[in-house]
């Protein structure tokens, strides 16, 4: 459904917190489209599935109906469908004409010490925009929450401002504005660059940056309430220490130092596993 929030369903618990968030920022948004997709993988194995895809598309098309009749009854409108494809690529190819993809941390089929599962993974690192990941921490509700954005000084940091801009707009939240950077360590035992680095005057280069990306974003939203921070620290640990009672946590999908062919960045891989709120990885869409 092109312009609609895609939603991966799988039954899961992670799922139905996906879905419900789905559901609320769709009201925020002011749309009225979702579409659920719930994708039956068929097993790699040598035996006979006579009777298995029906049985398992049954299950599936059973928990659509289920979440789609109590979604309707919120006013929205609900397109479900049931795939015999692995869940990843099949959100991954239908994400393109998605205004959302949302997707819980882990799904059914996760093992049970697992952070992240393959497929949030790999829909947050390869979709061809916008995904949220909802994992099981839900945010507390309280009127000083904010929406927390990572950036850094690279070309993907303004798709996540615009992102995280709007979210606060939306929600009426303040947005902090989260810029965190680390002098290099030597190298070796002659690489004298540590000792000599001036984290103060680093620091007001850093600041400067953080001021830069900024500019005209406060009169494109003046309701927003926006507080920025510069801190000497990995932005990492910095971003998942910032998510704590954040209603969302947006950042890019890679820095400016990541590797060219790198789907996903150290730092958005890392607030994944770490972060205690819903994580929007900001993507721009092709041109």
Known sequence: MAGA???????????VRALDWAVAEARLRGTSALELLFAV????????LTGWYEQAAGHARDVLAENAERIRGLGLTVETTVVPEV?????????????LTVVGLRGRG???????????????????GPVAVIG????????????VCGIDGSDQAQGAIAAAME?????????????????????GPGDMLSLVYDVRLEQQEQEAQLAEAMAGWSAKYPDVRVITEVLHDSPVRALTE?????ELLVVGP???????LLALGSVAHGVLHHASCPVLIARRRPA
């Open 5 to 15: 929030i895609l939603v991966g369903v799988d039954g899961s618990e992670q799922s």
């Open 41 to 48: 993988g068929v097993p790699a194995l040598d035996l006979p």
């Open 87 to 99: 869940a990843a690529p099949a959100l991954i190819n239908r994400a393109e004409q998605a205004a």
């Open 110 to 128: 996760g093992f049970p010490g697992l952070r992240i599962g393959s497929v949030a993974y790999q829909v947050a690192a390869h979709a061809p």
């Open 136 to 147: 099981p921490e839900q945010p507390n509700g309280r009127p000083e929450s904010e929406v």
């Open 167 to 187: 979210a606060a707009s939306l929600r009426g939240r303040p947005l902090r504005v989260v810029h965190a950077w680390r002098h290099p360590s030597a190298l």
């Open 242 to 246: 910032a998510s704590a009672g954040s």
């Open 254 to 260: 890679r820095g400016r130092r990541g590797f060219p």
